[in-house]
């Protein structure tokens, strides 16, 4: 591996590289011990694999048995079997029971997927001598949870005695389990406990997750590094979203038990952000000051992204209003409404104040800046064909074209080093596709 485990001040352990690793560096690949799909997925995807039903193609299969579980193919029901079948007789009436039904939609969730660990649990090699995976999940610390907290599971059939007592295997579920993500939208939940066990967290991460996800393959992890990783430096990578500036530590504390000190939640500490938030107009106007103090240049196309993550102390003081939740919200609905419907021209300024919080938020190479990026280049472009271009002599398009071109080589700059990730036909894909046709302009 080209990592190591080493003692840490606070934490359990840290993982340090053992020689450089370029940006872009799979540092530790692993698969899931369990994995369960989110509602909306299901029949869209193989329970399986995860992969995504080719629309254009014979759809997925359903189980028999229970019609609740869909594959690609045989396959994919045959390597499923080995757990499914502990629950599929049961399953339906479990889902249809009155205790199910009163979940929280994230408790229902929380219950298959643990209902899915003990059907790996109850399967061969159940033992956590002969089960890898299970020992390694059973050496990860429990979350902060106290007394009987485990959600109500589908009974299992099988004659073996369970080793394992349900609130165990719980109490490391929560704090334990990763949101899996095809092209950046989370599809499913899974829990991968090499993973866990070798990084911690930091809101300035230097790797993060991606999933590799193929046709009657199980889905693979990898954490990739974000920048140059120095040979004995700490690996870390993001538990929550970055931008949750102001629900963050809340969530650390109920389900990690930690306060995190990185360096943007110690920057975040020592500031003092007004209230209330700027909204509407005020926003907009705000945010427009923002993105012209982060990139001080005479025209967007001129815009270059920072090598350096951002220092939030160095941003003017009448702008750290903007630094709470609800405006980086507020200004993505407005983005992504301006983006769909139009006006056009109104995306593209709205679309710059999100990627000056986006580079203020999050380090260099992070994911979100790359797809947000591919987004704005794809708005410039809708600007381009959408226009009738009322005065030949001053085209929208010598004014649009190069900031589109600009957005989409940033984005390609930002997404190359985490390369492709989740389904085929990803965001790198459509990178391709739009520069064809900025090129043909």
């Known amino acids: 591996m080209s990592v190591s485990l080493q003692s840490h001040a606070t934490a359990r352990d840290k993982a340090v590289s053992n020689a450089l690793l370029p940006a872009g560096t799979t540092v530790v690949s692993a698969t899931s011990l369990a994995n369960v799909l989110l509602p909306k997925e299901k029949g869209r995807r193989c329970d399986f694999c995860l992969s995504l039903a080719p629309q254009s193609e014979v759809r997925l299969q359903k189980c028999t048995s229970c019609a609740s579980y869909w594959y690609c193919g045989t396959k994919c029901q045959t390597s499923h079997w080995r757990t499914h079948k502990k629950y599929c007789k049961n399953i339906n009436r479990f889902c249809a029971s009155r205790k ?98 070798l990084f911690n967290h930091s809101c300035v991460p230097n790797a993060v997750a991606k999933y590799r996800i193929a046709p009657g393959k199980e889905v693979q992890m990898e954490i990739v590094a974000l920048r140059d990783i120095a040979p004995g430096e700490e690996i870390c990578i993001p538990y929550v979203d970055p931008a949750l500036l102001e629900t963050r530590q809340k969530i650390f504390q109920l389900t990690y038990d930690f306060t995190c000190t990185c360096p943007s939640c110690t920057a975040l500490s020592r500031l003092d952000i007004p209230q209330p938030a700027p909204a509407g107009e005020e926003l907009i106007s705000l945010g427009t000051t923002l993105h012209r103090f982060l990139f001080p240049v005479p025209t967007p196309d001129a815009i270059e992204l920072p090598k350096e993550p951002v220092h939030l102390e160095t941003v003017p003081s009448e702008l750290l209003c903007l630094f709470r939740e609800s405006c980086l919200t507020e200004l993505c609905e407005s983005f992504s409404s301006f983006s769909h419907d139009g006006p056009f021209e109104s995306a593209l300024e709205v679309g710059l104040t999100v990627l000056a919080f986006y580079v203020a938020i999050y380090p260099p190479n992070y994911p979100q800046i790359g797809m947000h990026l591919l987004e704005m280049a794809k708005t410039a472009w809708n600007v381009i064909v959408t226009s009738e271009h009322p005065d030949p002599s001053d085209p929208v398009g010598v004014k649009v074209l190069p900031q589109a071109q600009a957005y989409l080589r940033l984005s390609k700059q930002v997404l190359d080093v985490i390369g492709p990730e989740g389904d085929m036909e990803g965001p790198l894909a459509e990178v391709q596709v739009l520069d064809c046709l900025l090129n043909k302009q």
Do not use: W
Request: with cysteine; aromatic share 6%; net charge negative.
């Open 100 to 197: 199910f039904e009163q979940l929280e939609g994230h408790e229902k969730l929380d219950a298959l997927l643990l209902t899915h660990l003990l059907a790996e649990c109850s399967a061969g090699g159940a033992e956590e001598a002969d089960n890898p995976d299970l020992s390694l999940f059973m050496s990860l610390l429990p979350g902060p949870v106290t007394g009987n907290n485990a959600p109500p599971t589908c009974p299992l059939a099988t004659s073996r005695r369970p080793t394992l007592l349900v609130d165990d295997l719980y109490s490391r579920c929560g704090n334990n389990n990763f949101s899996i993500h095809s092209h950046l939208t989370t599809i499913a939940h899974g829990i991968f406990p090499l993973a866990s066990r």
